[in-house]
């Protein structure tokens, strides 16, 4: 039984998605990073200390979901946790058309953050610019390895879901 759950992942894969059918499935209540990333939502971050007290709260808990990709936040919560989901595209390709296609259909943001997203991302997957040096989700979770599920397609994701037990 999972009741410690971080999905962890690219940018566009599901995580907010997957989060919200397993909460409703398992019951469990679930969190995203952003919320402790941020004080105002996507546009004045938390202090940093002040982020990191607030989800090291959640996973005190006995039961969570957390889903995100800022990894210093998730990084609090990796060793608690009983299950760790790694979402992932298998190429940056699809990763960007999916970006850019949950653009067109959300219409909450501007293409400058949608296209300075797909940059980030790039930068992300390949270490390059001001992600250089810095750790990938697979080396964060590299530790773990005995408790981290890869998914990488949305057929995967679904089947996952739809097989949990509760």
């Known amino acids: 039984m999972h009741n410690k759950i971080i999905i962890i992942g690219d940018s ?65 919560g990796l060793k608690s946790s009983d299950v760790i989901i790694f979402l992932k595209y298998n190429n940056m390709f699809s990763q960007w058309f999916t970006i850019l296609k949950r653009h067109f259909k959300r219409k909450d943001k501007s293409l400058k953050h949608t296209l300075d997203l797909m940059r980030h991302v790039f930068y992300k997957r390949y270490g390059l610019g001001y992600r250089k040096g810095k750790p990938t989700h697979t080396e964060i979770i590299a530790p773990y390895k005995n408790k981290v599920i890869v998914l990488d397609s949305f057929k995967k994701i679904s089947n996952f879901v739809s097989n949990i037990n509760s």
């Open 12 to 76: 566009g894969r599901g995580k907010t998605t997957m989060a919200i059918k397993l909460s409703e499935k398992l019951g469990i209540g679930r969190h995203s990073t952003d919320d402790f990333y941020y004080e105002i939502k996507y546009s004045k971050p938390r202090d940093r200390g002040e982020a990191i007290n607030e989800i090291k709260k959640v996973f005190e808990c006995e039961k969570w979901i957390v889903e995100g990709s800022t990894q210093w936040l998730l990084e609090v």
